[in-house]
């Protein structure tokens, strides 16, 4: 759910800041232009700034200060403000920064060109058609890649969750003296999402002995 810090209310409404920031949040903005002088209207009264403007929309200037300056040198290749339209940048807020006695927040500049994670695709449940979605605490991907090794194919939670039904079903009703143990073993198990602990806690836990979280490395 998209949240309001009171910050992105209270605090200056004209330039980013940590309040237009979800938790966690990395932006990737272009940079339009730099102004080199901008007046800018703060607590203090009116002052001169430097300030980059976004070719996204939507997305309010940033005063630079030296700290950002430098970063945005750094992934441009050039410190000169002439050099930096078009360039992208990646912004995070740092908590904890130690200014004129306090501690605050600010918006900071990657070092570094920025690295945006390819969004990941899942795919429609091969059964239903419908949308593969988290759940009892999966991601969609999850659920998509658990399923597609475990049946082949990608499959919503409930789907998975008749296809292991019918294969029981399918067992119990063959003669009594015909399943092998690991088939009357297998008969009892609920989803393994049901009972082993998510894929994340392994670390500390005791079930996936491969050390990570790729659902192809989960042996259950
Ligand atoms: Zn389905």
């Known amino acids: 759910m998209e949240k309001t810090h009171w910050k992105k209310i209270v605090s200056d409404p004209n330039f980013i800041g940590e309040g237009d920031f979800q938790e966690g949040e ?31 929309p939507g997305n309010k200037p940033m005063i630079l200060n030296v700290a950002r300056s430098k970063n945005i040198e ?19 807020i740092e908590h904890g920064i130690k200014a004129f006695g306090e501690v605050v927040s600010a918006v900071r500049v990657r070092p570094f060109k920025p690295r945006v994670k390819a969004a990941a695709t ?7 058609g419908g949308e593969i ?53 297998e008969e009892r198990e609920a989803l393994p999402w049901e009972t082993n602990p998510d894929p994340e806690d392994h670390k500390t836990g005791t079930w996936a002995p491969g050390g990570s979280d790729d659902p192809e490395e989960v042996v259950l």
């Open 133 to 185: 979605a988290p759940a009892m605490g999966k991601t969609a991907a999850w659920l998509a890649a658990y399923t597609t090794k475990h049946y082949r194919v990608p499959l919503c939670a409930a789907c998975a969750k008749k296809r292991k039904e019918t294969a029981q079903n399918v067992k119990s009703e063959a003669p009594a003296e015909d399943p092998t143990p690991a088939a009357a073993k």
């Open 26 to 56: 990395e932006k990737v903005l272009t940079i339009d232009r730099v102004v080199a002088a901008e007046t800018v209207v703060t607590a203090e009264g009116k002052s001169q700034k430097a300030v980059v403007h976004w070719r996204e």
């Open 122 to 128: 899942v795919p429609t449940c091969t059964d239903c």
């Open 74 to 92: 750094k992934v441009a290749g050039s410190g000169y403000f002439e050099d930096w339209p078009g360039v992208q940048v990646q912004l995070y």
